[in-house]
């Protein structure tokens, strides 16, 4: 059964500093992986859709990668800025084609 | 705008009432789902509709009731609301099989039951 797992929870970092997030999940089986973000109290934004067959997606100053084989995927995001600030969850499509999602991490950019 | 529409936004109301919410989307998806995010903020899959017809049916009581009149509109009728329904829901489509399009959420709907 697949499981993602976001580590960490939360992170706290000063404005214009580069960071990583980091989601694993258990089965390489996976159709792709979607990273959101989430503001408090509003909904789900799509950030960045990786294929399986992809190892990389670049949007602006984010970017996501995807290691199947070692179950991991990774969102960079570049010169952080106080709006970054919110829930960011990936999700992976399993063989069920249903998305398997993470916790979560919490992200605070401290100007 | 392409998108995956809710509504409402908020919906507040007492318990033992019976309540809809509305979801549509104009992506030509042919998926549509609902989730529910609970105060710890894990999203659970509830429903999930394959052109009109109901392919994931998690185990969610029977007082939730999900309708697809057309492969744009999936809504969800509540029945006998309970204070542990309290819980943001997320409707969100996509396109079976086609995993490449991934997923598009609604802004979701905060629902409480007092």
């Known amino acids: 059964k697949q499981e993602v797992t976001q580590i960490p929870a939360a992170l706290s970092v000063p404005e214009g500093e580069n960071l990583v997030l980091n989601c694993s999940f258990t089965?390489?089986?996976?159709?792709?992986l979607q990273w959101f973000r989430q503001d408090p109290g509003k909904g789900l934004t799509s950030l960045l859709l990786?294929?399986?067959s992809q190892r990389e997606q670049t949007s602006g100053r984010l970017n996501a990668s995807l290691d199947k084989s070692s179950g991991r995927s990774t969102l960079y995001i570049a010169a952080s800025q106080p709006g970054d600030s919110a829930t960011y969850l990936c999700?992976?499509?399993?063989?069920?084609?249903?998305?398997?999602w993470g916790a979560g991490t919490k992200l605070i950019i401290k100007p | 705008d392409t998108a995956v529409s809710q509504t409402p936004k908020y919906l507040v109301t007492q318990m033992g009432n019976d309540k809809s919410i509305k979801c549509e989307q104009n992506?030509?998806?042919?998926?549509m789902y609902w989730y529910k995010q609970d105060s710890k903020k894990f999203l659970k899959i509830m429903f999930s509709?394959?052109?009109?017809?109901?392919?994931i049916n998690e185990t969610v009581p029977n007082r939730f009731s999900p309708k697809s009149p057309d492969k744009a509109h999936l809504n969800l009728h509540i029945n006998s609301l309970e204070l542990g329904d309290s819980a943001v829901y997320f409707c969100?489509?996509?396109?079976?099989?086609?995993?490449?399009?991934?997923?598009?959420f609604g802004s979701g709907t905060r629902l409480t039951v007092v």
């Open positions: 969100a489509s996509s396109q079976l099989g086609q995993v490449n399009y991934g997923y598009t």
């Open positions: 089965d390489s089986a996976i159709y792709n």
């Open positions: 999700a992976g499509v399993d063989s069920n084609y249903q998305l398997i």
């Open positions: 990786i294929q399986s």
């Open positions: 509709y394959n052109n009109k017809e109901l392919i």
């Open positions: 992506l030509g998806h042919d998926t």
